[in-house]
């Protein structure tokens, strides 16, 4: 049971370039999340989507999009990036809404913009 | 909006002993769930424990307990005899009815051998 699959790991862009970092849950979960995280700010919310076929901006969604591909696959873009992109990106899912509710987390990838 | 604040951005304790860390939250909710997760250096997010708001009992995980109160929007975790292994970043987490996670800014423990 592989959870959840981020990739790349590592990226390193040229400010201006684009990028789709891409996520993959295997648990038939509803909702699914993009956090970045910077050292002194947490993990926050860029957007998420929080049943198939929705999505609903976070706390920080300037400058990307993300696309809800079906109900396991969850994309972040980054259409021009600039260092001020230059982050921890965690890409999460949910789908018990229960007494059992937790976030489940990929590993991250860490993206420098130069 | 809703929003989480951690106060203590670094702490340390000495090993064996006790820290608690504190938590504060803002919603107008009265339904939600509340979380600490744990962040090693390996950068994996692990859930410590969780509390269901309208749970008036607070959870525990072992040497893990919460000090909830409803009322003054508090939620602090309690680490009992820590260990070396408990060194890592802590977040608070807040989900409400739209199943959006928002955390709070994190608190850097350090366990001292």
């Known amino acids: 049971n592989a959870g959840v699959t981020q990739t790349p790991k590592f990226q390193v862009l040229k400010t201006g370039q684009s990028m789709t970092l891409q996520c993959a849950q295997d648990?038939?979960?509803?909702?699914m999340y993009w956090y970045r995280q910077d050292p002194g700010m947490g993990l926050r919310l860029i957007y998420y989507?929080?049943?198939?076929?929705?999505?609903d901006k976070g706390e920080v969604p300037n400058g990307y999009n993300v696309s809800r591909l079906n109900k396991r696959e969850f994309s972040l873009r980054l259409e021009s990036a600039a260092p001020s992109q230059t982050s921890v990106y965690f890409c999460?899912?949910?789908?018990?809404?229960?007494?059992?509710?937790?976030?489940?987390f990929g590993s991250g990838t860490q993206l420098s913009v130069l | 909006a809703q929003t989480v604040t951690q106060s203590q951005p670094e702490m340390s304790v000495q090993e064996a002993e006790t820290v608690t860390l504190s938590c504060t939250y803002d919603?107008?909710?009265?339904?939600?769930?509340l979380f600490w997760y744990k962040q090693p250096p390996s950068r994996q997010m692990i859930l410590v424990i969780r509390?269901?708001?309208?749970?008036?009992q607070n959870a525990t995980e072992n040497r893990f307990s919460v000090n909830f109160q409803k009322a003054a929007k508090s939620f602090s975790l309690k680490i009992s005899d820590s260990q070396l292994g408990d060194t890592a970043m802590y977040f608070c987490?807040?989900?409400?009815?739209?199943?959006?996670?928002?955390f709070g800014t994190g608190t850097r423990l350090k366990v001292l051998a």
């Open positions: 999460a899912s949910s789908g018990e809404h229960t007494t059992n509710e937790k976030l489940f």
């Open positions: 648990m038939n979960h509803n909702s």
């Open positions: 989507s929080a049943s198939e076929g929705t999505t």
């Open positions: 919603t107008s909710e009265n339904n939600y769930y």
């Open positions: 509390q269901e708001a309208y749970k008036q």
């Open positions: 987490a807040f989900m409400g009815g739209t199943y959006k996670y928002i």
